[in-house]
């Protein structure tokens, strides 16, 4: 399992991600498909989760629905128009952080540091 430590800085993009594929999401079923596409190596707590959902959406970057599911509320985050914008700037910066990580962690031979 991946520590949440590693996990903090990429939270926001995952959940942007996520939410750019499915459409709309509740809280559980986010944390349930990272699980499934980690293969159980990314595990998000409530702790983590709702504080982003609720920042993300204080940023006008989601908007919520809720909706009555066997005599319960399930709250559904999507994108706003704002939301997409900044899910193609989060990816971006993602990937350069990963191919700049892949740089450090694995050193092409030859290249020295100064």
Known sequence: MISTDLI???????VL????????????????????????????????????????????V???ESENFNNRIRIYYSLTPKGHSVVVEKLK???EFIESLEKIVNPQPGLRYA
Do not use: D, F, Q, W
């Open 93 to 95: 910066e993602m990937k």
């Open 62 to 64: 989601l908007v919520t």
């Open 8 to 14: 903090k800085g990429s939270l926001k993009t995952i």
């Open 17 to 60: 991600k996520l939410l750019e594929e499915n459409g709309r999401m509740y809280g559980y079923e986010i944390t349930r498909k990272v699980e499934e596409l980690t293969e159980g190596k990314i595990k998000l707590t409530y702790g983590a989760l709702y504080p982003v959902l609720h920042k993300l959406e204080s940023e006008e």
